[in-house]
C-alpha cells in the first residue's frame, strides 16, 4: 500500500543553518506530495504541496521537488530562524483523492 | 472566515463508554475528513466524507463511525472505548475530494481515555 517514509528526529540546528528534512514514499498510481507543519500547540498547517513529477512546492522559504524517479520529495530551507521550530510533516494524497498518508513527523528545533 | 472547528477540545472518558466529536468545516467546503493522531506518530485516516457520502475508510475497528449532515458538518463516534483510544482526533476539510485537493486541519480533540 501507499506510505511515506520521513527522517527521524529530533533535528536541533542553530540560527541561519541550512535544513534538509528527507522524505520517501511509496505509491501505486499519480500521489500528490504535501509538506505540514504542526507549530506548538496548533494545528497542522500546509507549509508546501506537488502535484505532479518535477514541480517544486515553495513558501516561507521553504522548498521541495517532487521526484519521482528517487520517490522522494525532501524539504530544504537555506537559513532556518527560531520561529521555524516545529514539527514537519510529510503527506501523500492518493489517486483517487480520498486518502492522505502521513508520514511520523520530523520534530526541528532552531537555537539562536 | 472562520477556519474548521473542533468540539469539544479535550475530554476523558473510561474504558467501555461513548463519545461523539463533531467537527465544522471551512464554508464552502464540502469534503470532511477525520484523523487519529497518537502521540510521536503521524496523522492516521479514518473516515472520508464528500458530500454526505462515505468516500473512504481507513483501517479502524468497527467501532468507529461517522456521518455528515445537510450542512456538511460532520460526527465521528467511538464505541466502547479502549485505552488505546487515547490521542488527538483531528478533523479537515476540503473544497473538493479531488488528488490535488489540500486538508485543512481543525486544533483536535483530545480525547484520554482511563
Known amino acids: 500500500g501507499d506510505s511515506v517514509t520521513q527522517m527521524e528526529g529530533p533535528v536541533t540546528l542553530s540560527e541561519e543553518a541550512f535544513l534538509t528534512i528527507n522524505c520517501t514514499y511509496t505509491?501505486?498510481?499519480?500521489?500528490?506530495l504535501f509538506w505540514y507543519v504542526q507549530y506548538p500547540g496548533e494545528g497542522l498547517q500546509l507549509l508546501l504541496k506537488a502535484t505532479k513529477a518535477d514541480d517544486k512546492g515553495s513558501n516561507k522559504g521553504f522548498e521541495a521537488t517532487y521526484r519521482k524517479e528517487t520517490t522522494s520529495f525532501h524539504l530544504e530551507k537555506g537559513s532556518v530562524q527560531v520561529s521555524d521550530s516545529a514539527v514537519y510533516f510529510c503527506?501523500?494524497?492518493?489517486?483517487?483523492?480520498?486518502?492522505?498518508?502521513f508520514g511520523t513527523g520530523t520534530s526541528l528545533t532552531v537555537i539562536p | 472566515d472562520a477556519g474548521v472547528t473542533q468540539s469539544p477540545t479535550h475530554l476523558i472518558k473510561t474504558r467501555g463508554q461513548h463519545v461523539t466529536l463533531r467537527c465544522s468545516p471551512i464554508?464552502?467546503?464540502?469534503?470532511v475528513s477525520w484523523y487519529q493522531q497518537v502521540l510521536g506518530q503521524g496523522p492516521q485516516f479514518i473516515f472520508q466524507y464528500y458530500e454526505k457520502e462515505e468516500r473512504g475508510r481507513g483501517n479502524f475497528p468497527d467501532r468507529f463511525s461517522a456521518r455528515q449532515f445537510p450542512n456538511y458538518s460532520s460526527e465521528l463516534n467511538v464505541n466502547a472505548l479502549l485505552l488505546g483510544d487515547s490521542a488527538l482526533y483531528l478533523c479537515?476539510?476540503?473544497?473538493?475530494?479531488?488528488?490535488?485537493?489540500?486538508?485543512?486541519f481543525g486544533e483536535g480533540s483530545r480525547l484520554t481515555v482511563l
Open positions: 505509491a501505486t498510481g499519480y500521489p500528490s
Open positions: 479537515a476539510s476540503s473544497f473538493t475530494a479531488g488528488r490535488a485537493g489540500e486538508l485543512f
Open positions: 464554508s464552502g467546503h464540502k469534503s
Open positions: 503527506a501523500l494524497k492518493d489517486g483517487t483523492g480520498n486518502q492522505f498518508y
